[in-house]
């Protein structure tokens, strides 16, 4: 557990964030990445999924001076679709990005040998395994590596049920989360990349309002969309926002 968040159940910690938290729901996007800027220094990192909205942030956080010290953490499962590794670099090559791509030290096809092909059992089990040895895993020793206290990413309340009671600044196994667009509707990510010309994931005009791997991923249908169509409904979560049930130390 880093120091960023050890003791947060004391009663002068709870304040604090208390404190922070008001202070960042008056806040603007981009000035609640400048705070964590500010705050944590070198302790502040962002991750992006290179998804269908992920060039909002990415491209508020470019924007801001000396953003190029902020690691940009990836975490490249070995399943992601061809078009989203395409997308990442044509976000790169526009915003001028040098990610830090993470991977599982288990190979996909030695997870497969080894476990068998995880997210098509059925098995809740089988499927949180997968999601751990895959996505948690890889990102938590990153962000260990390069000694991270506060990570933000593009999580928006309305996009599940679990994402709905967040706030835009919490503790998750041992660091601070922060969701500088928490509050954004579908329609305000929309407008900002028409505004700024950012280029839209391949998938989006197939009708994918969200990708993640090749085997868990679907445009949206007439019985589910937005993130009910991951894992064939049976999971919304990847377990990276997700405190506390990876298992120990996830």
Same mark, same amino acid.
């Not at 500010?38 to 909205?53: D, H, L, N, R, Y």
């Not at 491209?59 to 989203?84: F, R």
């Not at 791509?101 to 809740?124: C, F, I, K, N, Y």
């Given at each position: ?15 604090? !964030?208390? &404190?922070?938290?008001?202070?960042? +729901?008056? $806040? #603007?996007? *981009? ?5 964590? @800027? ?90 949180? !395994?997968? &999601?751990?040895?895959?996505?948690? +895993?890889? $990102? #938590?020793? *990153? ?5 991270? @206290? ?101």
């Amino acid at each position: 557990m880093t120091s960023a968040a050890a003791g947060l159940d004391s009663g002068g910690e709870t304040a604090m !964030l208390a &404190l922070q938290r008001e202070a960042l +729901e008056a $806040l #603007e996007p *981009a000035q609640r990445l400048q705070w964590a @800027r500010e705050q944590f220094g070198s302790g502040f990192a962002m991750t992006t999924s290179f998804g269908i909205q992920s060039s909002v942030l990415l491209h508020m956080l470019a924007g801001l001076p000396g953003s190029e010290s902020v690691p940009v953490i990836w975490v490249d499962t070995g399943y992601l679709l061809p078009e989203t590794y395409r997308y990442a670099k044509t976000l790169c090559d526009r915003l001028g990005l040098q990610p830090v791509v993470v991977q599982s030290s288990l190979s996909p096809a030695r997870m497969e040998a080894l476990h068998g092909r995880l997210w098509e059992t059925g098995s809740d089990s089988d499927l949180d !395994l997968y &999601l751990r040895l895959r996505k948690v +895993e890889p $990102l #938590e020793s *990153a962000l260990d590596r390069l000694a991270v @206290r506060c990570w933000g990413s593009g999580v928006r309340s309305g996009q599940t049920d679990l994402r709905s009671t967040m706030t835009v600044l919490d503790p998750i196994r041992g660091r601070l989360s922060l969701r500088p667009l928490l509050h954004w509707t579908n329609k305000d990510v929309f407008y900002y990349m028409q505004e700024h010309e950012l280029p839209q994931h391949p998938l989006f005009d197939q009708g994918f309002s969200t990708v993640g791997d090749w085997h868990s991923s679907a445009p949206d249908g007439v019985d589910s969309e937005g993130r009910s169509t991951r894992f064939g409904g049976q999971r919304q979560e990847c377990g990276i926002h997700v405190p506390g049930v990876m298992g120990d130390g996830i």
